[in-house]
């Protein structure tokens, strides 16, 4: 586990990933991702630290699947 990549912003455990080892978190522009994530484009428009602080009810990117 690399703890210091915590929680992205949709609230997945980046720091429980072990697909890619030169990532660097949701919050750097190292994810693989990071250009394609609408969670994150989101809340960066929104000026918001991530999803949880949004008052929507939103079924965007990552949001929209079913997790255990």
Same mark, same amino acid.
């Given at each position: ?12 455990? =980046?720091?429980?990933?072990? /697909?890619?080892?030169? *990532?660097?978190? +949701?919050?750097? $522009? ?11 484009? =989101?809340?960066?428009?929104? /000026?918001?630290?991530? *999803?949880?602080? +949004?008052?929507? $009810? ?11």
């Amino acid at each position: 586990m690399k703890r210091e990549l915590g929680i992205a912003r949709c609230g997945l455990a =980046c720091c429980l990933c072990l /697909e890619n080892e030169k *990532c660097n978190g +949701c919050y750097s $522009d190292n994810c693989p991702d990071y250009t394609q994530c609408e969670n994150r484009k =989101c809340s960066m428009e929104k /000026e918001l630290p991530g *999803c949880y602080a +949004c008052e929507m $009810d939103c079924k965007r990117g990552l949001l929209n699947k079913i997790k255990p």
